[in-house]
């Protein structure tokens, strides 16, 4: 499921490269959010399905696609992504071969950008987000650049996240109201081509800021950290107790 608006160009190489997928997809959603670009025919060129999302936001757009996949597993990323040719096997493989497990998220690499400061940049980027918001939630988030969740997962909550407005991180949402109850892991080797757009335009770093930070306190008191880590930590006791032997009756 790809959200877009008005990036016809990158949302083109993107689906290119679904298509050269080790294992292919049931089908491609592509939620075309109010553009005024050609980015909703591209989407139909490429063999993609096409919903129509008009209110603006990716939290709109986002859950639009949610709603309107079908598959068992939704598969997500955006449209200046370019995915490994294995992205959707190795999803799959994980999740198969975790049936506890609700969502599994990785991390990614810059495709553009100055090639000696990819490297560095990245780290910095995602080692930041993953680091601050593992320490807010008490368990990783989703990267909305690449991850993929149960669909009963995703109508367990789809009544429960914030579907408007532009002031939160659509991802961090839905991994608050994924939450400890439904667990998510990070695999540092499933991969992910992103764009340095996020890092090439500084003056949207301290908005983005903002959304990261009101996409958490906006649950509080209910979702404040401490409590997060004691509902994961009951959690992991609960677990090995299920896993611990019995004795002799």
Known sequence: MIPVRDDAGHLRACLRAL??????????VVVDNASRDDSADVAREAGARVVHEPVLGI?????????????????????????P???????????????????????????DGPR??????????????????????????????????RRDVWLAVR???????????????????????HRIVLDP???????MRPLTRPSTLPLRMSRGMASLTVHWPRELPWLR??????????ERGARRPSGPA
Do not use: K
């Open 159 to 181: 009544a429960e996240v914030h579907r408007e407005g532009t002031h939160l991180h659509d991802d961090i949402d839905l991994s608050v109201h994924l939450g400890p109850e």
């Open 59 to 83: 939290p709109a757009a986002a859950s639009a696609g949610y709603d309107a996949a079908r598959s068992e597993v939704i598969a997500r990323l955006d449209a200046d992504c370019v995915p």
């Open 19 to 28: 298509t050269g997928q080790t294992v292919a997809p049931d089908e491609v």
């Open 189 to 195: 080797h499933l991969g992910m081509g992103i764009s």
């Open 116 to 149: 000696a400061l990819r490297g560095v940049a990245v780290v910095a980027y995602l080692g930041a987000y993953f680091a601050s918001v593992t320490l807010a939630l008490g368990h990783p988030p989703l990267f909305g650049s690449n991850f993929a969740l």
């Open 85 to 111: 040719a294995d992205w959707i096997e190795r999803l799959g493989d994980v999740l198969a071969a975790r049936p506890d497990v609700a969502a599994v998220t990785g991390a990614a690499r810059f495709l």
């Open 229 to 238: 880590w004691w509902r994961t930590g009951a959690r992991v006791l609960d």
